[in-house]
């Protein structure tokens, strides 16, 4: 069967998702692993993913694109956080020049995989055009982020059909809301709302950023100077790689720093807003978190926009959890009225890591599941660009799938080695979206291989040299591997 036909429907490899991990994933088994067959699955119409789904105003990115975007294309403009449509653009663009994009059956949404230990393979149920089909596959690659698509998290609250307004959740934004000469509240203070607080606040009569307690909020040029510089005097691929260089060593070097001494990042960091808004705004009571940084993602502000939008009148912050909804508003329980036309209940995602996977697992080499054979996953950093470790993690990938051919192995799963191990969270984060999601994630381990690690040149050194097989079952007879 030709490795370009799409309607292929036995493969080696399946990839689930066309964002920025499953185009990368697929990259690298085009190129590491050539003799290999694979097939992209995406429930939407488009590539994108994350960038494709979200069209709320402002959207961006919250990292460096530098360290966001492909190594083997290089981001290739100044400008360092990028608008969701540059991004789309970027990634479908990437898709397009390496003939990922021909590999792609879009409108196909994945709604059950079983491994069968007797033919060795994946049997996966794919929803498409209202039928379902299966397909099989030897090796099965969820690229598919970590969040629910179908749903975002929003909480109930009192008294909200007594709003005459409307409510919107920014992961489904009305294509036709009209914010202009409108009073708008958003509820939240991570990354989504910082980024649509400035942006509305562009249109509307005056935004309300409402948080239940403060976040630390970092501002940062929109455009890397520097990677400007390098673009002009070097080609494409080298400024590429010495400009992700650079951004990866200091974004690992702040965060060893901050995470060492956390209250004076602290004060840092408050130092920063106060000198960008007015002597006498209050910093502690709307700037000042009861958690060390890090405890949960910083927020970006590119250009500080958000203090921007502050110090000139068109936006303001509220502090305190809501007590009900009113006929033309919010209340906080510190008694303080907040009046809106429209309520943005930027309140979080719904993780979802994988699909769902039983939380009883453990996660190898952040890569693998515990007793699941053949099954690979795209889990990325939660200090740093999610896709630095999905780059990582795929040329992992080929390179286990190329040990196994040289060794003539047909199935291979991770083993817990006997005495077990202790048992932690996957995510460390104290964040109100993660901490909803543990119950329901799988666990890491107390040491290697069982280890999420959170720094891209450790972890990058050892899934290139470490030994690929550590605590893996490999096995050539597929029903000799224990599932």
Same mark, same amino acid.
């Given at each position: 069967m030709?490795?370009?036909?799409?309607?292929?429907?036995?493969?080696?490899?399946?990839?689930v998702?066309?964002?920025?991990?499953?185009?990368?994933a697929?990259y690298r088994?085009?190129t590491?692993?050539?003799?290999?067959?694979?097939?992209?699955?995406?429930?939407r119409?488009?590539?994108?993913?994350?960038w494709?789904?979200f069209?709320?105003?402002?959207?961006?990115?919250?990292?460096?694109m530098?360290?966001?975007?492909?190594?083997f294309?290089?981001?290739?403009?100044?400008?360092?956080?990028?608008?969701?449509?540059?991004?789309r653009n970027?990634?479908?663009?990437?898709?397009?020049?390496f003939?990922?994009?021909?590999?792609i059956?879009?409108?196909?949404r994945?709604?059950g995989?079983n491994w069968?230990?007797?033919d060795?393979?994946w049997?996966v149920?794919?929803?498409?055009?209202g039928?379902t089909?299966?397909?099989?596959?030897?090796f099965?690659?969820a690229?598919?982020?970590?969040?629910?698509?179908s749903?975002g998290?929003?909480?109930?609250?009192?008294?909200?059909?007594?709003?005459k307004?409307?409510?919107?959740?920014?992961?489904f934004?009305?294509?036709?809301?009209?914010?202009?000469?409108k009073?708008?509240?958003?509820?939240g203070?991570?990354a989504t709302?910082?980024t649509?607080?400035?942006?509305l606040?562009?249109?509307?009569?005056?935004v309300t950023?409402?948080?239940?307690?403060p976040?630390?909020?970092?501002?940062?040029?929109?455009?890397d100077r520097i990677?400007?510089?390098?673009?002009r005097i070097?080609?494409?691929?080298?400024?590429?790689?010495?400009?992700?260089?650079k951004n990866?060593?200091l974004?690992?070097?702040?965060?060893?720093r901050t995470?060492r001494?956390?209250e004076?990042?602290?004060e840092?960091i408050k130092g920063?807003?106060?000198?960008?808004?007015?002597a006498?705004?209050?910093?502690?009571?709307?700037?000042?978190?009861?958690?060390?940084?890090w405890?949960?993602?910083?927020?970006?502000?590119?250009?500080?926009?958000?203090f921007?939008?502050i110090r000139?009148?068109?936006?303001?912050?509220a502090?305190?959890?809501?007590e009900r909804?009113?006929?033309t508003?919010?209340?906080?329980?510190?008694?303080?009225?907040?009046?809106?036309?429209?309520?943005?209940?930027?309140?979080?995602?719904?993780?979802?890591?994988?699909?769902?996977?039983?939380?009883?697992?453990m996660?190898?080499?952040g890569?693998?599941?515990?007793?699941v054979?053949?099954?690979f996953?795209?889990f990325?950093?939660?200090?740093?660009?999610?896709?630095l470790?999905s780059?990582?993690t795929?040329?992992?990938?080929?390179?286990?799938?190329n040990?196994m051919?040289?060794?003539g192995?047909t !199935?291979c799963?991770p083993?817990?080695? $006997?005495g077990?191990?202790? #048992? *932690?969270?996957? /995510?460390?984060?104290?964040s109100?979206?993660?901490?909803?999601?543990?119950?329901f994630?799988?666990?890491?381990?107390?040491?290697?291989?069982w280890? !999420?690690?959170q720094?891209?040149?450790? $972890?990058?050194?050892?899934? #290139? *040299?470490?030994? /690929?097989?550590?605590?893996?079952?490999?096995?050539?007879?597929?029903?000799?591997?224990?599932?």
């Amino acid at each position: 069967m030709a490795r370009d036909d799409p309607q292929t429907d036995h493969i080696d490899v399946l990839i689930v998702g066309a964002g920025m991990s499953g185009i990368d994933a697929a990259y690298r088994i085009q190129t590491l692993c050539k003799d290999k067959t694979y097939v992209i699955l995406e429930a939407r119409d488009r590539i994108g993913g994350t960038w494709d789904l979200f069209r709320y105003p402002g959207v961006r990115s919250d990292s460096d694109m530098y360290t966001l975007g492909f190594p083997f294309r290089p981001w290739a403009s100044e400008v360092s956080i990028a608008r969701g449509e540059a991004i789309r653009n970027y990634v479908e663009d990437t898709a397009r020049e390496f003939g990922i994009d021909r590999r792609i059956r879009f409108g196909h949404r994945v709604i059950g995989a079983n491994w069968s230990s007797e033919d060795g393979h994946w049997t996966v149920e794919v929803e498409h055009d209202g039928a379902t089909r299966r397909i099989t596959c030897l090796f099965l690659f969820a690229c598919s982020g970590y969040y629910d698509y179908s749903e975002g998290y929003r909480p109930v609250w009192e008294g909200e059909a007594d709003f005459k307004g409307q409510i919107v959740h920014p992961q489904f934004w009305p294509e036709d809301l009209d914010v202009s000469r409108k009073t708008v509240a958003v509820i939240g203070s991570g990354a989504t709302a910082v980024t649509l607080v400035p942006s509305l606040a562009d249109q509307a009569a005056h935004v309300t950023m409402v948080q239940r307690s403060p976040p630390y909020i970092v501002a940062r040029p929109a455009r890397d100077r520097i990677a400007g510089a390098l673009h002009r005097i070097l080609p494409r691929q080298a400024a590429g790689s010495a400009i992700r260089w650079k951004n990866v060593l200091l974004t690992i070097f702040m965060y060893n720093r901050t995470r060492r001494k956390p209250e004076k990042a602290a004060e840092w960091i408050k130092g920063m807003i106060q000198r960008q808004l007015p002597a006498d705004y209050p910093i502690e009571q709307h700037f000042s978190p009861p958690y060390k940084v890090w405890d949960q993602r910083l927020c970006l502000v590119p250009d500080g926009n958000l203090f921007t939008s502050i110090r000139s009148g068109k936006t303001s912050v509220a502090t305190g959890a809501i007590e009900r909804f009113t006929p033309t508003g919010l209340r906080l329980v510190t008694g303080e009225e907040v009046k809106a036309d429209i309520v943005v209940t930027a309140t979080g995602l719904v993780v979802k890591l994988f699909g769902g996977v039983q939380p009883e697992r453990m996660i190898w080499k952040g890569m693998m599941l515990s007793g699941v054979p053949n099954y690979f996953l795209s889990f990325g950093y939660t200090n740093a660009s999610w896709t630095l470790r999905s780059d990582v993690t795929a040329k992992a990938v080929c390179r286990l799938l190329n040990r196994m051919d040289d060794g003539g192995f047909t !199935v291979c799963a991770p083993r817990i080695p $006997d005495g077990g191990m202790e #048992r *932690l969270p996957v /995510i460390s984060f104290s964040s109100g979206y993660v901490q909803r999601a543990l119950p329901f994630l799988p666990k890491q381990g107390s040491r290697q291989p069982w280890i !999420v690690p959170q720094n891209y040149v450790k $972890d990058r050194f050892a899934m #290139r *040299l470490g030994p /690929i097989d550590e605590d893996l079952e490999m096995t050539r007879n597929a029903t000799a591997v224990r599932t």
